[in-house]
Nanobody, 120 residues
Framework: QVQLVESGGGLVQPGGSLRLSCAAT????????MAWYRQTPGKQREWVAG???????NYTDSVKGRFTISRDNAKNTVYLQMNSLEPDDTAVYYC??????????????WGQGTQVTVSS
């Protein structure tokens, strides 16, 4: 059973920083593309950043220059470093991943979400 477990959310003042982590656990053969999404009440889930299996990185325009996505393949973990946080960054952040399990079956997975609140 493959799972994505997120951590690192919390309350931070405007201009502050947080680092989110997403660890993939279970019977994993290979982690392919990974991404972070976010969602606020009443709105659709929004793609924030992504990193391909080959390390190609993309960001939504609103976070460029402030957020950094990275991955540690040895730890099966992807990170989202968030700097210069703004109140509009407040949301539940979700990790998403395309993972091939030990039976060579590829599937898309979601984490449980972690709350990020930017407020003074």
């Amino acid at each position: 059973q493959v799972q994505l477990v997120e951590s690192g959310g919390g309350l931070v003042q405007p201009g502050g920083s947080l680092r989110l982590s997403c660890a993939a656990t279970g019977n994993i053969f290979r982690i392919n593309a990974m991404a972070w999404y976010r969602q606020t009440p009443g709105k659709q889930r929004e793609w924030v950043a992504g990193i391909s299996g080959g390390g190609v990185i993309n960001y939504t325009d609103s976070v460029k220059g402030r957020f950094t996505i990275s991955r540690d393949n040895a730890k099966n973990t992807v990170y989202l470093q968030m700097n210069s946080l703004e109140p509009d960054d407040t949301a539940v952040y979700y990790c998403n991943g395309d993972i091939t399990n030990g039976y060579y079956y590829q599937k898309n997975y979601w984490g449980q979400g972690t709350q990020v609140t930017v407020s003074s």
